[in-house]
């Protein structure tokens, strides 16, 4: 099952700084711990800034056991598993490709709970119906995923740590079952 969620925030948050990702991680992380839940992340337009911030946090490794950076299509298809009919028909940004990224951290990585983001965090790349700041989002464990669309303003940096900031609360949010498919 999954549930599909579009949250249209422009100029809802701060771009966060680095001790805020880093306090945001160390939620996650001790929410993980509760649920008796390992962690994983497959991203792509944070480039690793996700598991950055987890493993920031001392003590991280007994809950997170790593992440896919999938910049590269051919990547999200070799690692993660997204098939080359979604790219082809609705693209990298999109729901669908975010799920396949979830339910791949899965599997690449052996964790019971994982978190996915694929976006355009500009300046460039924007499309149409898809314009610079474009981020979904996905979560994915125990037979259940999640995925939500954010659209968030500023530029590539500040873009990238919204981006990181709303993935681990909806890590969060997903492990404490306030998001469910």
């Not at 001790?30 to 991203?43: D, P, V």
């Not at 992440?67 to 080359?84: D, F, N, P």
Request: proline fraction near 2%; glycine fraction near 12%; hydrophobic fraction near 45%.
């Amino acid at each position: 099952m999954s549930c599909l969620r579009e949250i249209h925030f422009q100029d809802d948050i701060a771009a966060p700084s680095w001790e805020e990702l880093c306090e945001a991680a160390a939620e996650a992380l001790e929410c993980a711990r509760r649920h008796s839940t390992t962690l994983g992340t497959a991203e792509s337009c944070t480039g690793g800034l996700i598991s950055a911030a987890l493993t920031a946090v001392a003590g991280s490794s007994d809950v997170m056991l790593g992440s896919v950076v999938s910049y590269a299509c051919s990547v999200k298809e070799a690692l993660l598993g997204v098939s080359s009919e979604t790219l082809a028909s609705v693209g990298a940004v999109s729901s669908e490709c975010a799920q396949q990224m979830a339910e791949g951290a899965l599997r690449a990585l052996g964790c019971a709970t994982s978190v996915a983001v694929t976006g355009i965090a500009g300046p460039g790349g924007a499309v149409p119906g898809k314009p610079v700041g474009t981020v979904w989002f996905a979560c994915a464990g125990e037979g259940s995923k999640v995925s939500e669309r954010h659209l968030f303003s500023g530029d590539r940096g500040e873009v990238r740590a919204k981006t990181a900031l709303v993935a681990l609360s909806m890590l969060v949010d997903f492990m404490e079952g306030r998001i469910a498919d």
